[in-house]
């Protein structure tokens, strides 16, 4: 089992920046990928970044370079800089971290960007 729980969300204006965490515990050894998806309102949840144990990254087009996903593998911790965040982004972000079979999810941060 994993535990996620993310942070960082809150309001910004358009063309602002944010830095989501996702803070891992449990069985965070057998953690392969992690990643974060977003739902905006009336949306369907939609996958935005991953990044691999061993670095590897892969991103949604509507995200490549403005956003940027690393992880520190010894905090057990995931990370999502948000820079020149567009009122498209506005959202509930998610982690998720997938341990053989198994995907685990974290309860989500709001993220709002007012124009």
């Known amino acids: 089992q994993v535990q996620l729980v993310e942070s960082g969300g809150g309001l910004v204006q358009a063309g602002g920046s944010l830095r989501l965490s996702c803070a891992a515990s449990g069985s965070t050894s057998s953690i392969d990928a992690m990643g974060w998806y977003r739902q905006g309102p009336g949306t369907q949840r939609e996958f935005v970044a991953r990044?691999?144990?061993?670095?590897?990254?892969t991103y949604a087009e509507s995200v490549k370079g403005r956003f940027a996903i690393t992880r520190d593998n010894a905090k057990n911790t995931m990370y999502l800089q948000m820079n020149n965040l567009k009122d498209e982004d506005t959202a509930v972000y998610y982690c998720n971290a997938v341990v053989f079979s198994s995907t685990f999810w974290g309860q989500g941060t709001q993220v709002t960007v007012s124009s």
């Open positions: 990044i691999y144990r061993r670095g590897a990254t």
